[in-house]
């Protein structure tokens, strides 16, 4: 059964530039949550998508945005970067059901870089 | 207000020196408690899930363990190969399917 998988790997882009991620979950998979990690800080929580709508969402900016398809795949926007949005980008899939038995599976991470 | 403290923040062992790393946990009520091994520049990789006190689960040299408070993973005769950050995460009964994580223990092995 295949993993999480986000894309691109790596990203570097410049101060006031946008940038899209992507995230294609576990094949059953309906909710994808979208976490941000910089050195030294745990897992932030950006914001959880479930059955194409968003269902929580994380202290982070307005211009911190994402949306999920019909087949459960996710993206995430960043507008407007600032060199503080540098971090690693994980994207984590479950089946959503709210129950103590679902897990979060994690994707390998996009590592953005802002100039 | 939940939360999750783990410690200690980073923990140094030579090769085969067993020990254990601790999350302890404040909440309304636990429906789960996972824990993830993070490897430098990668995603977490799960590896179990506690539901209640007493519950005990293992692979290889980790086992994990579970109070009412807290959790212990115990590392038995540790390889450089453990060499990770250990997260923990819970599921409680009023976090509206989110998890809310613990910073972590960054351990190192050394031969």
């Known amino acids: 059964k295949a993993g999480v998988t986000q894309t691109p790997r790596y990203l570097i882009k410049t101060r006031g530039q946008q940038v899209t991620l992507s995230c294609s979950p576990i094949?059953?998979?309906?909710?994808v949550s979208w976490y941000q990690q910089t050195p030294g800080q745990g897992l932030q929580f950006l914001f959880e998508y479930f059955s194409e709508t968003q269902r929580n969402k994380g202290n982070f900016p307005g211009r911190f945005s994402g949306r999920q398809f019909s087949n459960s795949r996710s993206e995430m926007n960043v507008s407007t970067l600032e060199l503080g949005d540098s971090a690693l980008y994980l994207c984590?899939?479950?089946f959503g059901s709210g129950l103590s038995t679902d897990t979060q599976y994690f994707g390998p991470g996009t590592r953005l870089t802002v100039l | 207000e939940d939360q999750v403290t783990q410690s200690p923040e980073a923990l140094r062992l030579q090769e085969g020196e067993s020990s254990s790393l601790n999350c302890s946990y404040t909440v309304s009520g636990l429906r789960g408690l996972f824990w993830y091994r993070q490897d430098p520049g990668k995603g977490p990789e799960f590896l179990f899930t506690l539901y209640s006190a007493g519950e005990e689960k293992e692979k290889e040299r980790l086992k994990a363990t579970l109070t009412k408070k807290e959790s212990f993973l115990h590392i038995t005769a540790p390889k450089p190969e453990d060499s990770a950050t250990y997260l923990c995460?819970?599921?409680?009964?009023?976090?509206?399917?989110?998890?809310?994580w613990g910073a972590g223990t960054k351990l190192i092995i050394k031969p």
């Open positions: 094949s059953g998979h309906r909710s």
């Open positions: 995460a819970v599921h409680t009964m009023d976090s509206n399917y989110q998890l809310i």
């Open positions: 984590a899939s479950s």
